[in-house]
């Protein structure tokens, strides 16, 4: 079994105003070195499959159906294996 | 100055049901071997700060203030210097 870590970030040309809100938010608390914020997404997916070829194959297909938007998003994730697996 | 990276997530015993639904999601999709699925948020905090042990003092404070709620959500995050810094 894998769990997969992902993060999902607006391309870095895409206005992110979430990020721009925040960092407004944290100025105003008196935070002033803050120089930029981007704000994403993290998901943590733990899946049942034993194989990581496999894993990272249905992970990337995942993002690109569902979890991110390719046309302002990109994402990576990392695979962890959680449990001895019996085929591999 | 550094570049935080921050990951917000909700603490284990709380229910996240937009992972509830992204899982569902996946599953409509064909990806049957999805165990589950936990939602949070990705950050990335720029600061001009130098001083390591300020800039991780004051991520602190942003993430107990503004970025998580420590009541549902535990928050980690790592920092990675951008530029050689001056004071340090």
């Given at each position: 079994?894998?769990?997969a870590?992902?993060?999902?970030?607006?391309?870095?040309?895409?206005?992110?105003?979430?990020?721009?809100?925040?960092?407004?938010?944290?100025?105003?608390?008196?935070?002033?070195?803050?120089?930029?914020?981007?704000?994403?997404?993290?998901?943590?997916i733990?899946?049942?499959?034993?194989?990581?070829?496999?894993?990272?194959k249905?992970?990337?297909?995942?993002?690109?159906?569902?979890?991110?938007?390719?046309?302002i998003?990109?994402?990576?994730?990392?695979?962890?294996?959680?449990?001895?697996?019996n085929?591999?």
């Open positions: 079994m894998y769990l870590k992902i993060y999902v970030t607006l391309k870095p040309t895409v206005n992110d105003p979430q990020g721009r809100t925040i960092e407004r938010g944290l100025k105003g608390l008196g935070f002033e070195s803050v120089k930029g914020v981007r704000a994403g997404k993290y998901l943590e733990a899946t049942y499959e034993n194989n990581k070829v496999t894993a990272e249905q992970i990337n297909d995942m993002c690109n159906k569902l979890l991110a938007n390719p046309i998003e990109e994402y990576h994730f990392e695979l962890v294996q959680t449990q001895e697996s085929s591999a």
